[in-house]
C-alpha cells in the first residue's frame, strides 16, 4: 500500500495523485504479487481495478507493465469486502459481506500463496480492528500529505511488527515490509 510520511493513504477527498510509481516499482511488486494467487478488494478499489484491468493490455498503448498486471488480474482470484456488492456471477471473484473474521480466516487456511490487499483504506481499517492482517507491505512516498484517509485509524491495541525488509527506489519511495509478531 501506498502511503505518504504521514501516513496517509489518500487525500481528503481520495486523490492519489501524489502516489509515485515507475517501471522499477512496478517490476518489483510485479514480482512480489506473483507470489500471491488471491487479491483483497474492499468494494471502491475493487470498481476501479475491474474498470481498468480487465483490459488494460488490449490498449494500443498498453506499457509493459499493463499487458503484465492485467494478466496477473485476469487469474488472480479477487475477493471483495462489500456490504453492498452481490455475487451476481463475478468472474474469479467472491463477495464477503459478514462474518469476516470466519470468512477471512477460512481463506488463509486454504493452500495456495498469499493473500494480498490492495489500497481500501476502509476494508483495511475492519481487517486490522479485528486483527486479521499479517503483514503490512508499504510504499512509503516522500510527500507530507497533512490532511486526508489515515493508513492506521481508530486502532485500539498495540500491534508489534518485525521488520522483513526495506528498499529505497530511485523515485524517492522507499518500501518496507512487515510481518505482525503474534507473540
Known amino acids: 500500500m501506498h502511503i505518504s510520511l504521514d501516513g496517509k ?67 488472480v482470484h479477487k475477493v471483495v469486502l462489500s456490504r453492498t456488492m452481490k455475487d451476481a456471477d463475478l468472474s474469479n471473484t467472491t463477495i464477503i459481506s459478514d462474518r469476516l473474521d470466519e470468512r477471512i480466516n477460512e481463506i488463509k487456511k486454504q493452500a495456495g500463496g498469499d493473500i494480498l490487499l490492495f489500497g481500501s483504506p476502509t476494508a483495511t481499517h475492519s481487517l486490522m480492528q479485528q486483527n486479521l492482517i499479517d503483514g503490512y507491505w508499504l510504499f512509503v512516498n516522500p510527500i507530507i500529505l497533512g490532511h486526508g484517509i489515515p493508513l492506521f485509524a481508530d486502532i485500539k491495541d498495540k500491534t508489534k511488527l518485525n521488520l522483513i525488509s526495506t528498499r529505497p527506489f530511485t523515485c524517492g519511495v522507499t518500501e518496507l515490509n512487515y510481518i505482525v509478531d503474534r507473540q
Open 9 to 75: 493513504v489518500a487525500g481528503p477527498n481520495g486523490e492519489m495523485n501524489w502516489i509515485k510509481a515507475d517501471q522499477e516499482i512496478f517490476d518489483f511488486v510485479g514480482n512480489r504479487i506473483s507470489e500471491g494467487d488471491t487479491a483483497l478488494y474492499g468494494r471502491v478499489t475493487y470498481q476501479m481495478m475491474e474498470s481498468y484491468w480487465p483490459t488494460a493490455a488490449d490498449k494500443p498503448t498498453a506499457t509493459r507493465h499493463d499487458i503484465e498486471h492485467s494478466k496477473w488480474y485476469s487469474e
